[in-house]
């Protein structure tokens, strides 16, 4: 499929569904958008000057477009994106990026490890290739904020929670890891924060995994 650059359009809000108190799927209108599982878009409000990126939730199939967002409190956009009603609108830029599943690498396992909203382009992985074979490791505070769970295969997803032990295991992605086998034919995917992202990488280059094996999308 041909992705053409379209510059920023407006789009029109379909839904904003909670899943905890401060983070929500944004729903908007497809319109001409196509994209790749993995890729983001920049997303801003008319009257706010600044934009922000935010990976695709939802399948490339759908004929809508999803983002996952966390608020952040004193963030300049998100606390206006979380306000946005059905029927209002968007600008959105995009798509863009390179983080998506490598041609030629279906057949092999996927170790994901996200922090946070970090999950929202392995969703869309797993949600535009259900037969995908993956273990997807991933970091929150409580099990609460395990968002859409449901929409990955019981035991290939695992929440490591840091704050109460109601996860699959009570600690963060990294002491988890520490004994986990990662099967050799693993392509590492990894998305969130950079502090967890440097974590990983110090644990893998430990166990002699080259960078090379690991490809991320930096959140902040
Ligand atoms: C390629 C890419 C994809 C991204 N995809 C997503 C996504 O799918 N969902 C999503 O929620 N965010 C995503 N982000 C982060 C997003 O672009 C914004 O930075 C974030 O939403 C904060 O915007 P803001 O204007 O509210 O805060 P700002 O005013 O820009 O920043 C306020 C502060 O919050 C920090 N911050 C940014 N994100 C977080 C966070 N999640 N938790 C705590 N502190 C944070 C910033 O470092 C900054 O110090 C992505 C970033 C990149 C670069």
């Known amino acids: ?3 053409f650059l379209r510059g920023e359009q407006q789009h029109r809000v379909i839904s ?45 199939t759908d ?15 998100t606390p206006r994106l979380a306000l946005l009603k059905p029927g ?10 390179y983080f998506t599943l490598r041609p030629g690498s279906l ?14 382009p392995f969703h869309s992985f797993v949600k535009s290739h259900p ?19 449901a929409d990955f295969n019981s035991g290939a997803y695992i929440a490591c929670t840091s704050r109460a032990d109601d996860g699959d ?3 963060r992605v990294t002491d988890f890891l520490k004994d986990f086998q990662i099967p050799a034919d693993s392509e590492i995917m990894l998305c969130g924060n950079s502090q ?12 002699n995994i080259p960078l090379e094996r690991m490809r991320q999308e930096i959140y902040f």
């Open 131 to 149: 037969d995908l074979r993956f273990t997807l490791i991933h970091g929150i505070r409580e099990a609460s904020e395990a968002c859409d769970r």
């Open 107 to 120: 057949d092999r396992h996927h170790l994901l490890i996200a922090t946070g909203t970090g999950i929202s």
């Open 16 to 60: 904003v569904r909670y899943h905890t108190a401060t983070t929500f799927v944004l729903r908007f209108q497809r319109d001409e958008l196509t994209f790749k599982a993995g890729q983001h878009v920049t997303i801003g409000i008319p009257d706010i000057g600044e934009m922000r990126e935010y990976s695709l939730y939802n399948a490339p």
């Open 88 to 97: 209002e609108q968007i600008t959105v830029d995009g798509p863009n990026g």
């Open 63 to 77: 004929d809508f477009l999803e983002v996952l967002v966390k608020i952040v409190d004193d963030g300049r956009l």
């Open 1 to 3: 499929m041909v992705h």
């Open 169 to 171: 295991f009570m600690g």
């Open 196 to 207: 967890m992202i440097l974590d990983v990488w110090e644990l893998l280059l430990e166990r």
